[in-house]
């Protein structure tokens, strides 16, 4: 089905009129503007304040849409727009009168801007009651005509003012606003305030946005389209490094708005159907261009660049915001709708200043690139969460017809050790990242706290972020709208000596990067590989997203998630002070797309692991720069691949260090597996830091060198996650231990490969004692410590190579290969002592006087199958048990003492 056209829209009486008054009011603003600037220049010669006055017909818009826009849904909206537009005739008519004071004058701009708030809330907020089926035809053909009468206004004001007085321009807008009231009066019919369907609380829209994902994207796509101004900020130095002449300055500034004339005329011919799908190929599309301009073209070719960026930009923006305004309740359209609009507007400013400071430290066409860059990597997050947020909700994926589910999310479910997943409850709007951490492992430790309930992350191996403590609470996220108030974050809440490390090392990291902010060159070159950088390492989170939001669901120890081979790359070819934007671009993306609302993700310790990880990059740098050449290219010596190692050495250091100081801060005391993680865990750090060495020499002969690390990085993501996954599979959750079946399978093997070579193969079955009492005593939780703290001692009284397996319960088991029966015996003995002195500390008291029984076998002695061995061992267990408990037995015992 395809839009109605612009004829049938026009056929629509009411919107003839909204139309109408619209473009009444747009011709009377550009007449006034030129007006105002000549009057003023008149009257003061100055430059500055003609700028000023003429700001001062955008900047108070932004004030009126975030303030001003409620009213209308609070008053009838056809109403509040007649009012608006007398209030604003009268405010004009006073403007046009002589002899008033500059300020006078420019305090009735001011109010004349605000005025116009409320006028466009209502006007959005009433477009869709009228036109319904034919809404995003009729915001085309607004913005084609609006396109064309902000032209008209601008040239017929210019061609006016040579004949008129500037008092009599500003005159004729008064009356434009009055003809306008009159119009909407006439043409435009009465409707009631909508019923609101909630109880109104302040700020209750902003939160009404934020809560909806599909609302919250939308919104950022809108205001994303600011970078795509960027051009015509920049036409006129733009035009200067191309070496054209003035005359192409207006050429430039004006291929934007004549693409979004092109752009808003095919947004009517687009069929419905498409619609979602292409906001967000027109939004990435409209970045492309500007990329292309790296290529330095000719100015014909700039000019058919910026426009086609021009026709996506203004394509998309509508979709964007037809959409946003018909997933808003009626009764919130004002005031969603103004709060869009004044963010469009402050994007385009933001925007264009920020370009226009990086054209200066480089070139405009550097900027313009970069706002490119910028709008493609931006808008295309935005605009899968989106299209993620619209799919899910209607219960299909977004990028596959008839309910297919894409092969990505497939992979996460292969993961899942358990057949069912939780649901979330009715009505509850689930969370991307909460379903897939549901699907991919249910009933794994990894959604409930692990022992001692901390678990750390590193900066130095691709850091994530250090988690000190788990809070009892059941998200990462508060839900509590009170949590949200900086009195309430979760960051008071740690201790005040992790507190002050936090702190302390975030104050060194800025303070470091300041001293060395003169370190480098900052040219175009940097900000061209810094770019490159940032795009492979989004681009590496996004293809390793789902890889990554398991890894880290299932890691409990001190995490390595690959992006410090960019970091550590950085450190190496880019100057200092460029580093913190690559790590915080890198770790927002990771915590918006990987880790949002994964358990004990917090923005406070996100950012104290980012500061650790600038700080560590620092480190690497100033080893690199007092010891190694500048030029990559002189990096041929033996020397040089020292320093590099130096570097690594260094940055793990820096980096471990403070993470560990952090947990051990935390918990009071040195755990070394606990703070510095497992061995593999540091080896896949370093060896991810040999990567990052690899990907620096690859930068320093040609950025683009770099794309071919890729491949390499998803293999090795996916390879450590199988890993992973094979650890948990066999792993006892609870004690760290092997599992029953993964131990079984080990001592089968085992006992084959004695049968083989005529070996023999101790078995030991233990129980701890008295096990329920202490469960009764202390509760299960106190009990999990202590089958904690047994397993550490069985695992640190046995031989290196034997294998230690939690069997069920209370009661563990352990594989002795190659071991005489006295051999056995002692190990046994030796655990049974280990555990009388073990005392296992809560708070204010101790558990101790713990005993365990132990019942021991050999193979071939008891069989020529493991199973046999295993009965043997176990009724000898019994026997112990059943002779008083705490002591070590064997079958030939247990006859012995029968027969006597």
């Known amino acids: 089905m395809r839009q109605a056209g612009f004829r049938g829209v026009l056929a629509v009486r009411e919107f003839r009129a909204l139309l109408a008054a619209e473009l009444l009011s747009v011709a009377g603003d550009q007449l006034a503007r030129v007006g105002l600037a000549v009057l003023v220049y008149q009257r003061t010669n100055s430059a500055g304040w003609t700028a000023l006055t003429y700001a001062l017909t955008f900047l108070p818009a932004l004030l009126g849409g975030l303030v001003l826009s409620g009213l209308a849904d609070r008053l009838p909206r056809r109403e509040l727009m007649v009012g608006a537009d007398l209030v604003r005739g009268v405010l004009a008519l006073l403007m046009a009168l002589p002899g008033l004071p500059i300020s006078l004058l420019l305090a009735l701009v001011f109010l004349l801007t605000l005025a116009g708030a409320p006028f466009k809330a209502a006007q959005q907020a009433l477009l869709p009651s009228v036109l319904r089926e034919q809404y995003l035809s009729g915001l085309s053909l607004r913005m084609v005509t609006g396109q064309s009468a902000q032209v008209a206004g601008f040239l017929g004001g210019g061609a006016l003012l040579t004949f008129v007085d500037p008092h009599l321009a500003l005159g004729l807008n008064a009356v434009t606003f009055v003809v306008s009231a009159i119009v909407i009066a006439v043409g435009v019919g009465y409707r009631p305030v909508p019923v609101r369907e909630t109880r109104h609380e302040p700020g209750g829209t902003v939160r009404l946005i934020w809560r909806d994902r599909k609302l919250r994207a939308l919104v950022a796509l809108s205001w994303l389209v600011g970078v795509f101004a960027i051009p015509e900020g920049l036409a006129a130095p733009y035009a200067a490094t191309l070496g054209v002449t003035t005359a192409a300055v207006g050429l430039l500034m004006a291929a934007d708005p004549a693409g979004s004339i092109v752009g808003a005329w095919l947004v009517a011919k687009l069929p419905s159907g498409r619609r979602p799908a292409l906001t967000t190929w027109l939004a990435v599309t409209a970045g492309v261009p500007l990329v292309l301009c790296l290529f330095q073209p000719p100015l014909g070719v700039v000019v058919l660049l910026w426009a086609t960026s021009g026709a996506c930009s203004t394509a998309y923006l509508i979709l964007a915001q037809a959409a946003f305004v018909l997933g808003v309740p009626d009764d919130r359209r004002g005031a969603a709708s103004g709060l869009v609009g004044a963010g469009v507007l402050s994007s385009q400013g933001v925007a264009v200043l920020a370009a226009g400071v990086l054209a200066d430290a480089t070139d405009p066409v550097l900027a313009v690139a970069t706002g490119g860059v910028a709008g493609v990597v931006f808008t295309g997050l935005s605009g899968v969460s989106w299209l993620r947020a619209r799919s899910r909700r209607q219960g299909r994926s977004p990028l596959r017809p008839g309910g297919r589910e894409d092969d990505t999310d497939r992979d996460s479910e292969l993961t899942s050790p358990c057949s069912s997943s939780e649901a979330p409850p009715p009505g509850e709007e689930t969370d991307e990242n909460d379903l897939v951490g549901t699907v991919t492992s249910p009933c794994s430790s990894s959604l409930a706290p692990p022992p001692a309930g901390t678990a750390a ?444």
């Open 457 to 900: 992350e590193h900066g130095n191996g691709g850091a994530d972020q250090v988690i000190f403590a788990q809070s009892a609470r059941p998200a990462s996220l508060p839900t509590n709208e009170r949590s949200r108030k900086p009195w309430h974050w979760a960051l008071w809440d740690e201790p005040g000596r992790v507190l002050f490390l936090i702190l302390l090392v975030e104050t060194a990291m800025v303070a470091l990067t300041a001293l060395l902010a003169g370190h480098g060159v900052v040219d175009r070159h940097a900000f061209v590989t810094l770019g490159i950088i940032v795009f492979l390492g989004v681009t590496m989170g996004e293809l390793s997203r789902h890889v990554e939001r398991v890894r880290r669901r299932f890691n409990d120890t001190p995490h390595v998630n690959l992006t410090s081979v960019w970091t550590f790359s950085a450190a190496l070819v880019l100057p200092p002070v460029l580093t913190p934007v690559l790590v915080g671009v890198l770790y927002v993306h990771l915590f918006w797309r990987s880790w949002y609302r994964v358990r004990g993700v917090r923005p406070y310790r996100l950012v104290f692991t980012g500061s650790t990880v600038v700080l560590a990059s620092h480190t690497a740098f100033l080893i690199r720069h007092l010891y190694a050449p500048a030029d990559v290219a002189a990096w041929g010596s033996p020397a040089v691949v020292l320093v590099v190692v130096l570097a690594v050495i260094g940055y793990s250091c820096v980096n471990s260090g403070l993470v560990g100081l952090a947990i051990t801060l935390h918990d009071r005391h040195l755990d070394l597996r606990r703070a510095l993680g497992t061995g593999k865990e540091n080896a896949l750090e370093y060896g991810t830091l040999g990567l990052g060495a690899i990907t620096g020499l690859l930068i320093g002969i040609d950025p683009m060198w770099a794309v071919m690390i890729v491949p390499a990085l998803l293999v090795l993501h996916r390879s450590v996650l199988m890993r992973q996954l094979e650890e948990a599979a066999s792993t006892d959750q609870k004690t760290g231990l092997t599992n029953a079946t993964a131990w079984t399978n080990l001592a089968t093997a085992e006992v084959q490969r004695a049968a083989r070579d005529g070996a023999q193969v101790g078995v030991l079955m233990v129980d701890l004692d008295h096990f329920k009492a202490v469960n009764d005593a202390h509760g299960h939780l106190v009990g999990d410590r202590v089958l904690q703290a047994v397993a550490d001692v069985l695992s640190a009284s046995v031989r290196r190579y034997d294998v230690v397996g939690r069997w069920g319960g209370e009661e563990f088991v352990v594989l002795c290969p190659e071991v005489t029966e006295d051999e056995l015996r002692t190990i046994a003995e030796r655990i049974c002592e280990d555990v009388r002195q073990l005392r296992v500390p809560l708070d204010g008291a101790t558990v101790d006087g713990l005993t365990v029984s132990i019942g021991i076998a050999v193979y071939p002695e008891f069989g020529p199958e493991l199973q046999d061995v295993l009965l043997a061992a176990d009724d000898a267990l019994f026997v112990a048990k059943d002779s008083g408990r705490n002591q070590v037995q064997t079958i030939v015992a247990a006859i012995g003492d029968l027969g006597r």
